[in-house]
């Protein structure tokens, strides 16, 4: 099996060089978050991003620049508390794939931050988000030419992106929704000048219109108008914003009531309706400590599917006396306090990430990879990008010298 052989081998190369450059591993993790093959068998089968997240966190934790800061370490509790809170359906439900989503559902949010940290922290943050951004084009050109195809032969349904590899629409309108926050906001630390940083905001969100992922649109409309309206040297952007908000809620409510009036109760509106209900009566049937974490991938599973929401994804997994819904409120209402409360020129883009990944669950999956883990690290980025801006030395006033007559 040679490429066995070469993987490896380029793997220790990789830990050798990342023993000399700890940054080195949580860098490669921002390309390389896109990446949603899967590799791993039965409850460890995991996404190559998740695989290259959970190799760069220990390099993170281990070597990243110390103190953390308030915010960071803010998170990290709240999302402890939401840990704490859902260990009680691990216990209460002892199967394999609950433990490993419990151990998952960690690294998509604490080791996110911690790698993210890391790159910030480090002075990283202009290349590692960068490459992120590189990587987010580099997705979108080939679904944009996919579906032009499409078009040319009279088919405007949307795209589910094949290559370089299969991806979910939903997955890639999230992800090309978060590249247009990034690239609309134009942090003046991330050097892109508009040259550059239109063209790829327009590629983007064209790969995502070819989508036609709702969710993501909703969650980009939530993303501009915080992004817009928050910081005062942004709000001449808030009539723009609004322009462009209109029509993407005008788009999204006409989808909806096409698919409404079709009649057909297979399409996505009315399906998500059936799973609404049936993730009711699911919770229902188990509301203490519900059914446990990736309850669905079981063989005697009351429901084979993810809940479409963020809040009876949770009831049906957890429960109530789990303390999941709890749990989940604590984190997201805390992180969303602390977000706001940072410093603007960081925090507000790192709000606005957070509002729309938290926009888009209510219409779709949530506990999903790297929709999870990538807003999470662009967060960690920005927390660890403020912490290196306050430690550099303030520039000394020259002082005139005085003149005596």
């Not at 089968?45 to 760069?56: F, H």
């Not at 999302?79 to 859902?86: P, W």
């Not at 931050?113 to 943050?125: E, H, R, Y």
Request: overall charge positive; glycine content about 8%; some cysteine.
């Amino acid at each position: 099996m040679p490429l066995l052989v070469v993987g490896g081998v380029v793997l220790l190369l990789v830990a050798v060089v990342a023993l000399t450059q700890p940054v080195l591993l949580p860098l490669l993790a921002m390309p390389l978050i896109v990446v949603v093959l899967r590799f791993g068998a039965g409850p460890v089968d995991m996404t190559i991003a998740d695989w290259i997240l959970a190799l760069a966190f220990w390099p993170a934790v281990f070597f990243a620049p110390r103190p953390f800061s308030p915010e960071l370490r803010k998170l990290l509790w709240l999302n402890a508390i939401y840990q704490a809170a859902t260990l009680f359906t691990v216990i209460a439900n002892p199967f394999v794939a609950n433990g490993v989503e419990w151990f998952h559902a960690w690294l998509l949010v604490s080791g996110a931050l911690v790698v993210g940290w890391a790159v910030g922290a480090t002075g990283q943050a202009r290349l590692g988000v960068s490459l992120f951004l590189l990587a987010c084009v580099a997705l979108a050109l080939p679904t944009i030419a996919e579906g032009l195809l499409r078009y040319a032969q009279g088919n405007f349904s949307e795209v589910y992106p094949s290559w370089p590899w299969s991806m979910h629409k939903n997955f890639m309108g999230n992800l090309m929704g978060i590249a247009a926050l990034i690239l609309y906001a134009r942090p003046t630390w991330l050097g892109w000048t508009k040259r550059w940083a239109v063209p790829a905001l327009v590629v983007v969100v064209t790969a995502l219109a070819v989508t036609q992922s709702r969710q993501a649109l909703v969650g980009l409309a939530v993303g501009l108008l915080v992004v817009s309206f928050r910081r005062h040297s942004e709000r001449r952007r808030g009539v723009v914003a609004l322009i462009v908000v209109a029509p993407i809620l005008y788009l999204v409510l006409t989808m909806a009531r096409d698919q409404i009036a079709s009649g057909n109760e297979h399409n996505s509106w009315f399906q998500r309706l059936e799973w609404y209900a049936e993730s009711v009566r699911i919770w229902l049937e188990a509301p203490w400590f519900g059914h446990g974490l990736r309850y669905w991938t079981q063989a005697d599973a009351p429901g084979f599917f993810q809940p479409p929401n963020a809040f009876l994804e949770v009831l049906a997994s957890a429960g109530l006396v789990g303390l999941g819904l709890f749990g989940f409120l604590v984190l997201w209402v805390g992180a969303i306090t602390v977000l706001y409360r940072a410093d603007p020129a960081f925090g507000t883009l790192a709000l606005a990430l957070g509002l729309s990944r938290l926009a888009q669950a209510q219409l779709d999956l949530f506990w999903v990879s790297i929709s999870v883990s990538a807003p999470f690290l662009l967060i960690g980025v920005l927390l660890g990008l403020a912490a290196h801006k306050a430690r550099e030395p303030m520039p000394e006033r020259t002082r005139e010298p005085l003149v005596t007559r």
